[in-house]
């Protein structure tokens, strides 16, 4: 059953606009409800299924080590999906990425059917450096998906300018020896009153926001990387409960000491230079502990053999159709270190 978009459970402390935002369409959908002035223009309602909860990334010695933990924010959240988007990188599709209007049994999912766009559209160019032209490309994909969704949305959302709608955390090894990268691409909305139709709103999607995760500042400690969804979430991350010597992890090591060497490499802001397997049997052992219950999946990326999982998820992960008109030496979403 689909529920109402932004629906998150008041038990995990979500936001006061994300459940204002609940109950506005709740009232709208459930109890049918004008959502706006009648017209002959009038359009269905459209709801979304929201996937909430933790992606965590530990670049081990020559291997990408990433999970996602499902940590609902609403009763029937759908979990956070994992899409196929080159030979060399995934996309974790954290918020809104299921929707349905309710006239039409088949929901939109935005990773099924993705296809990259072929060079940059010149609508959605932000200032020279915000993000290479590979990654606006990837973001401009997901924005076409995204705006025929949004525009549907006729309420007053009371949402901050900070708080994404949508949000995909990108993982894989960039070709050229530019190594393992990590970015997080947020999309926002914004909205505008039509005066001449009442309380009726146009929603727009804005262009997305790029945070690069990994790799770190040149100097700085490399550690397990991590992002929530919604971002308000709270709690510590891995890599605070791994400084902070929590007894649960200590244990983990004081186990076996593979894992022990493991923990010296964390704390001591070496993560890349951790052994490859046994980084991912700890990863295995810890991620029951820190889930609490919840559903997770957890995975590898090396740059020759690509991904495999050990933990899978209940779904299959959908493969994007490859732009054939790409040329090899195209940019890739890593920016070019500087000497």
């Known amino acids: 059953m689909f529920t109402p978009f932004s629906s998150p459970r008041k038990s995990r402390g979500a936001p006061q606009s994300w459940r204002r935002l609940s109950l506005l369409l709740l009232l709208c959908f459930v109890a049918a409800l004008p959502c706006f002035p009648q017209s002959q223009d009038r359009e269905d309602e459209i709801v979304a299924n929201l996937a909430g909860g933790r992606a965590i990334v530990h670049v081990a010695r020559d291997v990408i080590i990433f999970a996602a933990i499902d940590n609902p924010v609403e009763k029937n959240s759908i979990p956070p999906r994992v ?8 996309g974790i599709l954290f ?5 349905r209007i309710p006239a ?3 929901p939109v999912r935005l990773d099924r059917n993705f296809q990259r766009v072929s060079g940059r559209d010149p609508r959605y160019q932000g200032p020279t450096g915000e993000a290479e032209s590979d990654l606006e ?18 309420h007053k959302l009371d949402f901050s300018p900070d708080e994404p709608i949508f949000q995909v955390v990108i993982i894989g090894d960039a070709p050229n020896d530019y190594g393992p990268e990590v970015w997080v691409m947020e999309y926002r909305i914004e909205q505008e009153l039509i005066a001449t139709r009442g309380d009726y709103w146009q929603t727009r999607i804005l262009r997305p926001r790029f945070t690069q995760l990994y790799p770190p500042e040149k100097h700085a400690a490399h550690v397990i990387v991590e992002t929530r969804y919604p971002p308000e979430e709270k709690g510590p991350t891995l890599a605070e409960l791994i400084q902070g010597n929590d007894p649960r992890i200590t244990h983990l090591g004081s186990g076996e000491q ?20 046994d980084s991912a049997d700890f990863m295995r052992a810890v991620l029951p502990l820190i889930a609490d219950g919840a ?27 490859q732009d054939k008109n790409r040329p090899p030496d195209a940019p890739t979403l890593r920016r070019i270190p500087k000497p």
């Open 83 to 90: 899409l196929d988007l080159d030979a060399t990188h995934i």
């Open 95 to 99: 918020g809104a990425s299921e929707w």
């Open 104 to 106: 039409d049994p088949k």
């Open 137 to 154: 490309t990837l973001g401009t994909a997901f924005l076409e998906k995204l705006r025929p969704l949004v525009s549907q949305l006729h």
């Open 258 to 277: 593979r894992f022990s060497k493991v923990l010296d490499s964390l704390r001591a802001g070496q993560a890349q230079k951790a052994v490859p397997l």
């Open 295 to 321: 559903p997770f999946i957890l995975g590898t990326m090396e740059e020759r053999r690509g991904l495999d999982w050990i933990v899978p998820p209940q779904e299959p992960v959908e493969k994007v159709e």
